[in-house]
C-alpha cells in the first residue's frame, strides 16, 4: 500500500513539479561531489601528509634502534626533539618490557591495542587535555618498545573548520535550491498556464487571442508555433464563413424562384396546362438545387481526399 500511495503522489506531480525536483536533485548532487572533492583536496592532503612523516620518523628512529648501544637511541630521540621541527606536536616514549619509561617526552604510556607497525589513532592526555594522536609502535628483540606519535590537535581544528565551512555552504546552497527550484516551478507554471488560457478562449470561440513571443527559448518557439497554427484556423473559419455565406446565396435564388413559381401556379394557374407548365418549371429549380448539393459533395470528397493525402503516415 504504501508503494502504491507513492506512485499515486508521484502521478498527482505536475511536470514543473517533477522538473524542478530533478534540477534541486542534480543541483545538491553537485554540491555534494564538490564537498567531498573540496574536502579531500584539503584535510584528506593533510592527513595522508601527517601519516607519512609519521612513518618516515618512525622508520628513522626504529633503524637507529642498537641493542649494543643502548645510547643511539636516546640521542636520536633527543635529536628529534630538538630539532625545531614539529617538536611540541611529537611524542616519542622508549619502553622497557615492564612498562617503565626508559627515554622519551612521556613519563608513562598506557597499554597498546593494536598491531606494532600499524597506525592508528588514540587519545592521551597531554599538557592537561585530552587530545587524539596518531601512533605507531615496535618492539625490538630485547624486550624494549619504541612508541612514535604525532598530535592531530592542530589538524582536527582545521578538520573542524573546513567541515563548519561545508556545512555553512551546505545549508545556503540548500536554501539556493530550494529558492530556485521554486523558482524554477513558478516559470515553467506561468509559461504553460499561459498556454492554457489562450486555449479555454480558443475553446470559447475567441480566435483572436495569442501567445507572446519573448526570446528563442523552447516555449517561445512553441508560442510562435501555436500562434501561427491560430492564424490558419482563423483563415480556415474565415474562408468557412465566405463560403457559407455563398452558398446560402446560391440556395436562397432557386428557392425563391421555386417558391415563386408554386405559389404562381396556386393563385393563378386556370387551367391544367398553366399548372403543367408551372410544375415543370418547379422540377428544373429542384434540378438546379440538387446538382448544387451534389457540388458541394464533390467539395467534401475533395477535401477530403487532400486532408488524406497530406496525412503522415502511421508509425511501424
Partial sequence: MAIASV?????QWSIAARL???????????????????????VGVLERGADVKLRATAERLFSAYDVNQPDAIRKAISAELEDGIDSDKEVFVL???DGRVLAGNREKWRKFGFDQG???TVRIKRREQHTLVRVVWRQF???????V?????ELNAIRQLVLHALLVGVVVALALVAGGTVFFRLRLELRIGEIRRLTRDVEGGDLSRRL????????????????????????LMSGVRNVSNAIAHDLRTPLTRLRGHLEEAAQHASS??????SVVDATHGIDELIELFNKLLQIAERAKQACADVALPPSI
Fill in 7 to 11: 506512485t499515486m503522489a508521484s502521478q
Fill in 20 to 42: 524542478a525536483a530533478s534540477y534541486g536533485l542534480l543541483v545538491l548532487l553537485a554540491v555534494s561531489i564538490l564537498s567531498a572533492v573540496f574536502y579531500l583536496s584539503t
Fill in 95 to 97: 619502553l622497557n618490557a
Fill in 118 to 120: 600499524s597506525l592508528d
Fill in 141 to 147: 628483540a630485547d624486550g624494549n618498545r619504541l612508541v
Fill in 149 to 153: 606519535a604525532f598530535d592531530m590537535q
Fill in 212 to 235: 507572446p513571443v519573448q526570446g528563442d527559448d523552447e516555449f517561445s518557439r512553441l508560442a510562435a508555433d501555436i500562434n501561427a497554427m491560430l492564424e490558419r484556423i482563423e483563415q
Fill in 272 to 277: 391544367a396546362a398553366e399548372l403543367r407548365a
